[in-house]
């Protein structure tokens, strides 16, 4: 009896619990949330189209040095590059004699204790210094920022979906103006004082002013024309570069890896057909199910008179 009890009141909650999914169900489909000025016109980031995309992936060393003339005259002045250290500008093809002069020169000096008297001090970087953070604190950062903080660069490719492209169409996609349709959909989302539009930004407005502003605004050394389409291809694959300096070596190495494995394959199935081969024609059964021993069997029966 508690059994069947127990069966019945199971079965009560289980159809509780139906009817509520298909009731919800109904009524989230007769009635669904209100879209949002994000949903309806945020945009997802275009193709940079960098060297570094893809399986075949490479850097190209004067886009890089490019990228990264452009990170020291435009962004370094906001933006931290705490996990790269100077002596890493190899990577770009500096030499020593340049990696020691650009940290020598950069404009941040490294935070450091003064050994005479005990108080807070700086000194010029060395090669093996990484990138001085332009802040001392993130309180003074945001101090400076309209109380934004400004996010470290090293890693914000990884960081971010579709990293290097969504760099490229942040740094380019900033527009004087909202859409009229975006206002007239959505009056309470016209930009507040202190944000530009931006609608490669995930809440369309952002804090940060746009950092390239016309063409020419750095001067390339290589004789490259620097409109700013190109600065913000540069700069973004500087920033894969950051982020994945060892990325042309794990592609050669993947690369490698899955040519050995396909080769090994191929040549172990064709040493297993030439190997096996002949040993399956050759085989034959051994054991009592062999024709001779059961032949022998037979005989010895028949010799001692045993049917069967």
């Known amino acids: 009896m508690v059994r069947i009890i127990g069966f019945f009141v199971g079965l009560g909650f289980v159809g509780v619990l139906l009817l509520s999914l298909i009731v919800n169900g109904i009524d989230s489909i ?21 060297p570094s995309d ?3 992936g490479r850097f190209d060393e004067q886009q890089l040095q490019r990228g990264f003339q452009v990170y020291k005259e435009v962004c370094a002045a906001c933006h931290s590059l705490k996990f790269v250290s100077f002596y890493e500008l190899e990577g770009l093809g500096y030499n020593e004699a340049e990696i020691k002069a650009i940290a020598n020169q950069w404009a941040i000096e490294v935070p450091t204790i003064n050994p005479e008297t005990g108080e807070n001090s700086t000194r010029k970087a060395l090669p093996s210094d990484r990138f001085p953070s332009p802040y001392p604190n993130e309180t003074a950062a945001r101090a400076a920022n309209n109380n934004a903080l400004p996010p470290d660069m090293s890693l914000i490719v990884e960081a971010r979906d579709d ?8 740094l380019t996609g900033y527009q004087k103006q909202q859409p009229a349709e975006l206002l007239r959909q959505f009056p309470d989302a016209k930009t507040g004082t202190g944000l530009y539009y931006n609608p490669y930004f995930h809440s369309l407005n952002i804090a940060m002013p746009p950092p390239l502003v016309s063409d020419g605004q750095v001067t390339y050394a290589d004789g490259t024309k620097p409109t700013v389409d190109q600065m913000a291809r540069d700069v973004s694959a500087f920033l894969v570069w950051a982020a994945e300096p060892t990325l042309q070596n794990r592609n050669r190495t993947g690369w490698a890896v899955l040519i050995f494995l396909t080769v090994a394959t191929v040549l172990a199935y064709m040493a297993y057909r030439n190997i096996w081969a002949n040993a399956k024609r050759e085989v034959s059964i051994r054991g009592p199910l062999e024709p001779a021993f ?15």
Do not use: C, W
């Not at 009635?31 to 949903?39: F, M, S």
């Not at 997802?44 to 960098?50: E, F, V």
């Not at 059961?294 to 069967?308: L, N």
């Open 30 to 50: 007769q009635n669904p949330p209100p879209k949002t000025a994000e949903e309806e016109f945020h945009k997802y980031p275009r193709d940079a189209g960098l």
């Open 294 to 308: 059961q032949e022998r069997m037979q005989q010895q029966k028949d010799e001692r008179g045993i049917a069967g």
């Open 54 to 56: 893809g399986m075949f």
């Open 163 to 170: 990293g290097a492209n969504y760099v490229y169409s942040l």
